[in-house]
T-cell receptor
């Protein structure tokens, strides 16, 4: 079965640079979530989109922005990168009408800021 | 707001030992509850779920029962294997918002020795 696809899997950037992460949800899923997981930490919710509109916002820095496109894929744009942005970034998708509402996670994109 | 509290780790067991990882939650309404597992270097995988009080989720020998009276969702397995070594996250999703985000506990590292 198709899963959530994230790219790139690994990314190395310098401080103050910009990075873009992409997420392709499971086909027919209409909701996308972004999470940030620091070393040894639990995943922290950043932002979510339902039917291409922002549905919820968590602890996402102002330097970050995200959107969901017409084909339901999503991109997380991160500017003015800081050392503290080094983390594993997960994308997850779900089907809003599904009763259990479980989230399906991608394998993550590991961002290292030097 | 919603919150999830897991027992502090790490947990170290011998193969075939009994496992319990405690999880309690605070939430409004009637949340859905989940256990996710993260193997080294990999993404989050759904282990089991329960959507209403007294539901028992089970998968791969793991079980957890949704206890509304004690607001708990403890994870148990009768006989652990070395391959169960991973980080386990308890999570909840608020009821009433079909596209609601997951709130994670801090994770419990499990190491199983032969």
């Amino acid at each position: 079965a198709a899963g959530v696809i994230q790219s790139p899997r690994h990314l190395i950037k310098e401080k103050r640079e910009t990075a873009t992460l992409k997420c392709y949800p499971i086909p027919r899923h209409d909701t996308v979530y972004w999470y940030q997981q620091g070393p040894g930490q639990d995943p922290q919710f950043l932002i979510s989109f339902y039917e291409k509109m922002q549905s919820d916002k968590g602890s996402i820095p102002d330097r970050f922005s995200a959107q969901q496109f017409s084909d339901y894929h999503s991109e997380l744009n991160m500017s003015s990168l800081e050392l503290g942005d080094s983390a594993l970034y997960f994308c997850a998708s779900s089907l809003a009408g599904a009763r259990t509402g479980e989230l399906f996670f991608g394998e993550g994109s590991r961002l290292t800021v030097l | 707001g919603n919150s999830v509290t897991q027992m502090e780790g790490p947990v170290t067991l011998s193969e075939e030992a009994f496992l319990t990882i405690n999880c309690t939650y605070t939430a409004t309404g009637y949340p859905s509850l989940f256990w996710y597992v993260q193997y080294p270097g990999e993404g989050l995988q759904l282990l089991l779920k329960a959507t209403k009080a007294d539901d028992k989720g089970s998968n791969k020998g793991f079980e957890a029962t949704y206890r509304k009276e004690t607001t708990s969702f403890h994870l148990e397995k009768g006989s652990v294997q070395v391959s169960d070594s991973a980080v386990y996250f308890c999570a909840l999703k608020s009821g009433g918002t079909s596209y609601g985000k997951l709130t994670f506990g801090q994770g419990t590292i499990l190491t199983v020795h032969p």
